[in-house]
């Protein structure tokens, strides 16, 4: 329970509700302007409750999931970013059991992958848990919620964020509920090849994907219909590129509520009232595995060409 507070901290409360992106009206995507790659998408893909083919239809929501999908189980995180150390085969081993953790997360033309999801208060993680779903989920504020729960309309899995217990900063702890109380909820999902988001509610949700994101150019969730966020194609070919010296691709999603991310004043992260990373397992196991085992291990032309079906396929 929020503590009273004086008549000064209510008109220090209101000022800084003023600033919050909590818009009970009309909504608006003033100042957002998707990058052109993205808005081709949004003309091309129909995406969430209108499967398209091929789509996800029966989300995997049972103990064990992992095993009975058929996914690979989550290495631990590589403690460097370099390959990885006493490692007792050569460099075409390397590739050739690179290429099956590939093949592990493919069902035919179908990319199979789960979540996990963590949640910051200013920085501070307070919870965190995995979704055992292909079909992705959706994020609530539910308190009362104990289990995992299906929305069985979208095959959503639904995740609550936690209440603000524990904050010392009585503005801080006000704010934050204030954006729980008018969350609504924000969809992120799979669909086909396409990782997705909508938001549903009265507060504005930006995405970027690193929590270090110094652009200054907030990405704003669409509100009308669901948007594409990250093609699994556009993933393969940042893991090629690494292949050939560049950086490792993206492997996570980060999302703010009620606050412009990334920050037009490049603020950092940790001031956000709500952050919200959404991680696709298998994505981030391939890029791990990749940067494990290091770029130049990783050059063969089996995993080439596997690769490239990949980018055709999806």
């Known amino acids: 329970m929020i503590a009273a507070e004086s ?11 003023r600033g919050l992106n909590i818009s009970p009206g009309a909504e608006g995507t003033t100042g957002f302007q998707p990058p052109t790659e993205q808005q081709q ?15 996800q239809q029966d989300p995997v929501m049972f103990e064990g999931a992992a095993r009975e999908t058929g996914l690979p189980e989550q290495p631990a995180r590589p403690a460097g970013g370099g390959a990885a150390e006493g490692v007792g085969y050569g460099d075409g081993q390397q590739a050739a059991q690179f290429l099956e953790t590939v093949n592990q997360t493919r069902d035919g033309d179908h990319f199979k992958t789960h979540f996990r999801v963590a949640v910051f208060y200013r920085g501070v993680k307070v919870s965190e848990q995995e979704v055992p779903n292909e079909a992705g ?7 009362d919620l104990n289990d995992a729960a299906l929305d069985h309309e979208t095959g ?34 799979m669909s086909q090849h396409v990782i997705y988001g909508q938001r549903r509610g009265d507060v504005k949700a930006y995405w970027s994907f690193s929590k270090f994101d110094s652009s200054r150019q907030p990405r704003e969730i669409s509100k009308l219909n669901p948007e594409p966020l990250y ?12 292949f050939d010296g560049k950086e490792s691709p993206a492997s996570s999603m980060f999302f703010c509520l009620g606050e412009k991310w990334p920050d037009p ?10 952050m919200v990373e959404v991680v696709p397992t298998s994505m981030e196991l391939l890029k791990n595995a990749a940067v494990e085992c290091g770029a130049s291990s990783l050059r063969s032309v089996e995993l080439q060409m596997s690769l ?7």
């Open 7 to 17: 008549p000064g901290s209510q008109d220090i409360l209101q000022e800084c509700l």
């Open 41 to 55: 998408l949004q003309n091309q893909l129909v995406i969430g409750a209108h499967p398209l083919p091929g789509q």
């Open 137 to 143: 989920l959706r994020l609530v504020y539910r308190p």
């Open 156 to 189: 959503l899995c639904i995740v609550s964020l936690p209440r603000p217990v524990g904050i010392l900063d009585q503005i801080q702890a006000s704010l934050t509920q204030r954006i729980l109380d008018s969350l609504g909820s924000l969809d992120v999902g």
């Open 231 to 242: 093609q699994v194609k556009d993933f393969i070919r940042g893991l090629m590129d690494f």
């Open 265 to 274: 004043e490049n603020k950092p992260w940790e001031k956000k009232l709500i």
């Open 308 to 314: 490239e079906e990949m980018m055709d396929l999806y």
